[in-house]
């Protein structure tokens, strides 16, 4: 399929749509930003943050919005499992702002993860049925660990989303560049309307990251996403992977799932076993996720944001076009483990590794000027 056929299954109303949840985003943010300060929903600076200002988290719950309504004016009939999507997501995402309120249990964080994404295999039935690829066996079929192995993934990766979530842009620019990569990958799998639905939350995103980025007329974020925001788009997410890779009628291969997602999980996965082997909760909060090692290094947080979400779209498109090439599936999975153990030998020793990426940042600014991005 050529790239005209390809975005030929998109029209006018496709780019009015994701133009729709873009200004909707956008034009909201700033409305709102006086009523979460008085409601008190903003957070403080202090301990390991970056910010110094109180900021309001209300990102993620006004990128609901968008994208709701985006699927009441654009979507003629909403199926049955776009109506159980959207309770879901609202509940994920007033437990988040509680949660950045009142700094819940993250047993009942996870409890509420859970259930959302029961809702969605019993009553959407979306679930990880076949993982033909993944092992290279013909008919790996899951049975009954079908829930279970759902339930693991969609939790894993909201909770990869939201311990990433740490410095300016750079949760919301991993998630556009898993979903824009979605959209490619449903659009080769002639999903056009699946397309359409994932570039419009891109839009929404996009609205968001105009004022969560720093740029020449801001210094600062003027919003974050807030754990609503983490927990609905990582929602998004895994659920998007798991529709697309499940689809006998328009199969996109299961290797590619972690791929579109690679730094958010690397980070996740290493830091929650060096924890666990340290004697300490997983959910243990510290200062060695990769994003603080470039911070500590001296990069920006715009250098951050940009260069882990060029990263991300260098690896899901490598991934991508290796599985068109036809490498065997399971070696795609292999390379994922084997960068996940580069990662954490890299990772290992912190003062090590930051004096690696600062003398990296040393060699980039004896080639080019170091732009102003802070």
């Given at each position: 399929?050529?790239?005209?056929?390809?975005?030929?299954?998109?029209?006018?109303?496709?780019?009015v749509r994701v133009l729709a949840t873009f200004a909707i985003t956008a034009l909201l943010i700033p409305l709102c930003l006086p009523l979460a300060q008085k409601l008190g929903l903003y957070d403080l600076p202090g301990g390991r943050?970056?910010?110094?200002?109180?900021?309001?988290?209300?990102?993620?719950?006004?990128?609901?919005?968008?994208?709701?309504?985006?699927?009441?004016?654009?979507?003629?009939?909403?199926?049955?499992?776009?109506?159980?999507?959207?309770?879901?997501?609202?509940?994920?995402?007033?437990?988040?702002?509680?949660?950045?309120?009142?700094?819940?249990?993250?047993?009942?964080?996870?409890?509420?993860?859970?259930?959302?994404?029961?809702?969605?295999?019993?009553?959407?039935?979306?679930?990880?049925?076949?993982?033909?690829?993944?092992?290279?066996?013909?008919?790996?079929?899951?049975?009954?660990?079908?829930?279970?192995?759902?339930?693991?993934?969609?939790?894993?990766?909201?909770?990869?989303?939201?311990?990433?979530?740490?410095?300016?842009?750079?949760?919301?620019?991993?998630?556009?560049?898993?979903?824009?990569?979605?959209?490619?990958?449903?659009?080769?799998?002639?999903?056009?309307?699946?397309?359409?639905?994932?570039?419009?939350?891109?839009?929404?995103?996009?609205?968001?990251?105009?004022?969560?980025?720093?740029?020449?007329?801001?210094?600062?974020?003027?919003?974050?996403?807030?754990?609503?925001?983490?927990?609905?788009?990582?929602?998004?997410?895994?659920?998007?992977?798991?529709?697309?890779?499940?689809?006998?009628?328009?199969?996109?291969?299961?290797?590619?799932?972690?791929?579109?997602?690679?730094?958010?999980?690397?980070?996740?996965?290493?830091?929650?076993?060096?924890?666990?082997?340290?004697?300490?909760?997983?959910?243990?909060?510290d200062r060695n996720h990769l994003h603080h090692y470039l911070l500590d290094a001296g990069y920006s947080a715009n250098q951050v944001a940009w260069g882990l979400a060029g990263l991300s779209l260098i690896l899901g498109s490598t991934?991508?076009?290796?599985?068109?090439?036809?490498?065997?599936?399971?070696?795609?999975?292999?390379?994922?483990?084997?960068?996940?153990?580069?990662?954490?030998?890299?990772?290992?020793?912190?003062?090590?590794?930051?004096?690696?990426?600062?003398?990296g940042r040393q060699r980039l600014l004896s080639i080019k000027p170091d732009p102003e991005a802070a």
């Open positions: 399929m050529d790239w005209l056929k390809m975005l030929g299954q998109l029209d006018g109303m496709s780019a943050k970056q910010h110094e200002q109180p900021t309001p988290y209300i990102g993620g719950a006004l990128i609901l919005v968008a994208v709701a309504a985006g699927l009441f004016l654009f979507e003629r009939d909403l199926s049955h499992a776009n109506i159980v999507f959207c309770f879901c997501a609202l509940v994920l995402v007033v437990v988040g702002l509680l949660d950045d309120r009142y700094d819940l249990s993250w047993r009942l964080r996870i409890a509420v993860q859970v259930l959302a994404t029961l809702a969605m295999v019993y009553f959407a039935d979306i679930r990880v049925q076949n993982l033909d690829d993944v092992f290279g066996v013909d008919k790996m079929y899951l049975g009954w660990l079908a829930v279970p192995f759902t339930v693991f993934i969609v939790v894993g990766v909201i909770n990869a989303l939201n311990m990433i979530d740490g410095s300016d842009g750079l949760a919301a620019g991993q998630v556009m560049v898993s979903l824009l990569l979605f959209a490619g990958f449903a659009l080769y799998a002639g999903n056009g309307p699946v397309a359409e639905r994932l570039l419009a939350i891109a839009g929404a995103v996009a609205g968001f990251l105009i004022w969560n980025l720093r740029l020449p007329w801001q210094s600062r974020a003027r919003v974050f996403l807030g754990n609503a925001g983490s927990m609905l788009l990582g929602f998004v997410i895994a659920l998007s992977a798991v529709r697309l890779t499940q689809n006998s009628a328009h199969p996109v291969s299961p290797v590619l799932g972690p791929w579109t997602v690679a730094i958010p999980l690397l980070d996740c996965v290493v830091l929650m076993f060096r924890r666990a082997r340290q004697g300490r909760s997983p959910f243990s909060a991934a991508a076009i290796a599985v068109k090439l036809g490498v065997h599936r399971p070696y795609v999975v292999l390379a994922f483990f084997v960068l996940l153990g580069v990662h954490y030998a890299f990772s290992a020793d912190r003062d090590r590794a930051v004096a690696w990426l600062a003398r």
